[in-house]
């Protein structure tokens, strides 16, 4: 019968015996498994911060958007062809099943200006419905109304940053830009929304739709929009809201099978599933590059193991010699290296866990997550990795003859 307690003791007596060599062979899971927790960290903190820029931009969106227009057998770009109304919007909202709320916009950039400081931003002409489905709050004042559409009020709602730019610390309600050569009444300042990606969520400025067409936007084609923004009841109908807005529309417009189309339809839903897997799959590419440096401890541990039963012919064969069976100098060799690799995991785990946090402090705007899962994840490799490149060396050990043991020098 197999004494695990008394080759558990030996094996921590061999190892501390060369402690030097012991903590340079456990180096390379110590790397490996902090490598692998700070990645997946940072790739989950990547994922976390798309997802929260997706949400602050508005979830279950369909956004329609006038189509391109030609010159000279060149696009233009989407939006460059007006053929999208207000009406457009109106009719969509009464018609289509499966619309939570709906804003035409309009959108242009200006230079605002207020007494001497002046500020260039650009200038969203909307329904009071855009808020709701773009998830800006008021911070404090109010928003646009449809009272101010209807009457084609010059009043204005800031942006954080526009407000910071243009007032400092003085309370802009009340008081009269201008926005172009327009006077605008702020009525209001948005709550501060952050960036997503490139683009800062809180420096522009809202007008009502109706007072841009009249007043602000110059316009050959009265009455037309760059885009209509739909907010969808929910992600399991968004799909077929937007192919019963595309069959609305294209039937509204008379537009012909053969006949290319005059507006183009992007949902919101299909881009954040893009962008997830995008993320998502870059996180497992840095956790797989990390996890070959598991990979290349395991085989240090390995060789290690090889030079210690060289090292160790004699003390084998002596062992072998008083009574000690194969699968007792196998066993004695597999604990060593797999008490290597996880004392190498424990201490990766807290290098991980420290590493990440720096990469927190030190960089700017990125999150961490660490997450349980992947922390748990490292420390069984890490002993899978050990029992995998531990074997071979502990089999090689039980297979010595004790007698060409006893006469190795």
């Keep these: 019968m197999i004494d695990t307690k008394s080759i558990l003791k030996m094996s921590l007596v061999s190892l501390k015996v060369n402690k030097m060599r012991s903590a340079l062979t ?7 498994v902090s490598a692998v927790i700070i990645m997946l960290a940072v790739g989950s903190g990547a994922s976390k911060k798309v997802q929260q820029n997706m949400e602050s931009m508005g979830s279950n969106l369909l956004t329609i958007r006038s189509a391109s227009a030609k010159s000279g057998g060149v696009r233009q770009g989407i939006g460059s062809k007006p053929s999208l109304t207000i009406k457009d919007a109106e009719t969509i909202l009464k018609n289509v099943e499966g619309i939570e709320a709906l804003s035409p916009v309009s959108s242009e950039n200006k230079q605002l200006m207020y007494g001497n400081q002046n500020w260039s931003t650009t200038v969203y002409a909307v329904m009071p419905s855009y808020f709701y489905i773009k ?12 009272e101010d559409n209807r009457n084609y009020a010059k009043v204005a709602v800031l942006g954080s940053t ?4 243009l007032f400092g610390d003085l309370d ?35 007008i009502p739709i109706t007072t841009a067409q009249r007043k602000v936007f110059g316009t050959a084609f009265p009455g037309t929009v760059n885009m209509i923004i739909a907010k969808g009841e929910n992600s399991e109908t968004l799909n077929q809201t937007e192919k019963d807005i595309d069959e609305f529309l294209t039937a509204r417009h008379h537009i012909s099978k053969n006949q290319e189309k005059d507006f183009e339809i992007r949902n919101s839903a299909e881009f954040q599933e893009k962008m997830q897997s995008t993320v998502q799959t870059f996180a497992i590419l840095l956790a797989s590059i990390a996890s070959v440096s598991l990979l290349v401890g395991g085989i240090g541990i390995m060789n290690i ?14 062992r072998m010699a008083i009574g000690a069976k194969a699968q007792d100098i196998r066993l004695q060799f597999l604990i060593e290296a797999v008490i290597l690799s996880l004392s190498g995991g424990l201490i990766g785990i ?16 990125l999150s961490v997550q660490i997450s349980m899962f992947s922390i748990i994840l490292s420390f069984a490799f890490s002993g ?8 071979y060396p502990a089999h090689k050990a039980s297979l010595l003859n004790p007698i060409d043991a006893l006469r190795y020098e």
């Design 162 to 165: 526009v407000a910071t730019e």
């Design 384 to 391: 899978i990795i050990g029992v995998a490149f531990g074997y």
């Design 350 to 365: 807290l290098t991980g866990v420290i590493g990440a946090m720096l990469v927190e402090m030190l960089s700017s705007g």
């Design 135 to 146: 998830n800006y709050e008021i911070d404090y004042g109010r928003g646009i109304s449809m």
């Design 305 to 318: 193991m090889l030079v210690s039963v060289t090292e160790r012919t004699k003390e084998i064969g002596i």
């Design 172 to 206: 802009p309600i009340g008081r009269v830009i201008r926005v172009g050569n327009i006077p605008f009444k702020i009525i209001g300042v948005t709550k501060t929304k952050g960036s997503a990606g490139p683009f800062d969520q809180d420096d522009l400025i809202f």
């Design 26 to 32: 456990s180096l390379g899971i110590i790397i490996g």
